[in-house]
């Protein structure tokens, strides 16, 4: 079922959920909130919280990427409520472990992108999925990345990892 935007509609429709989707407005960017982590800090966990930065980030990962799957492809599962959507509490990562989740965050992110920027009605509801549209599931991922990249901002500051020369 198609919906009753005009082209130009449509692309005005699609920069918004990009500019949602990259954090940009109101929202801090992923790579940001993310960049110049200290190693040394990846598996603290900080006063009062039961995970690690890792953890936080593992999680956005995890969540992105079930939205993204769940877009893709009809025959998708998503994992079991919470415990699939986080790493197990003891789990220790690795440098290389942080990084690869920073990229493969930003790989299925560019994923989602490429879906806006290739999808020519956001509002048709995607095919196998209870009327749910892409512009739907895109305010998804964003509004949980910018939920939990804000959790991740102040752990940082808690944590004191932040770059001392960082503005803002």
């Given at each position: 079922?198609?919906?009753?935007?005009?082209?130009?509609?449509?692309?005005?429709?699609?920069?918004?959920?990009?500019?949602?989707?990259?954090?940009?407005?109101?929202?801090?960017?992923?790579?940001?909130?993310?960049?110049?982590?200290?190693?040394?800090?990846?598996?603290?966990r900080p006063p009062n919280v039961d995970y690690t930065p890792w953890h936080l980030l593992?999680?956005?990962?995890?969540?992105?990427?079930?939205?993204?799957?769940?877009?893709?492809?009809?025959?998708?599962?998503?994992?079991?409520?919470?415990?699939?959507?986080?790493?197990?509490?003891?789990?220790?990562?690795?440098?290389?472990?942080?990084?690869?989740?920073?990229?493969?965050?930003?790989?299925?992110?560019?994923?989602?992108r490429a879906l806006v920027t290739r999808t020519p009605d956001?509002?048709?509801?995607?095919?196998?999925?209870?009327?749910?549209?892409?512009?739907?599931?895109?305010?998804?991922?964003?509004?949980?990345?910018?939920?939990?990249?804000?959790?991740?901002?102040?752990?940082?500051?808690?944590?004191?990892?932040?770059?001392?020369?960082?503005?803002?």
């Amino acid at each position: 079922m198609a919906t009753d935007l005009t082209r130009d509609e449509a692309a005005a429709l699609a920069r918004l959920a990009l500019d949602l989707l990259d954090g940009r407005d109101a929202h801090l960017p992923f790579d940001d909130t993310v960049e110049h982590f200290p190693a040394a800090a990846i598996n603290t966990r900080p006063p009062n919280v039961d995970y690690t930065p890792w953890h936080l980030l593992e999680h956005l990962r995890i969540s992105q990427l079930d939205i993204l799957e769940y877009i893709r492809d009809p025959a998708y599962v998503s994992p079991a409520w919470p415990e699939g959507y986080w790493p197990a509490p003891d789990t220790i990562a690795t440098k290389a472990e942080f990084d690869r989740s920073i990229d493969q965050f930003r790989a299925d992110h560019a994923a989602l992108r490429a879906l806006v920027t290739r999808t020519p009605d956001l509002l048709a509801p995607i095919p196998h999925t209870p009327g749910h549209s892409l512009l739907r599931e895109v305010r998804l991922a964003a509004a949980h990345n910018a939920y939990h990249l804000g959790e991740f901002a102040i752990l940082r500051q808690v944590m004191s990892t932040w770059l001392a020369d960082r503005a803002g």
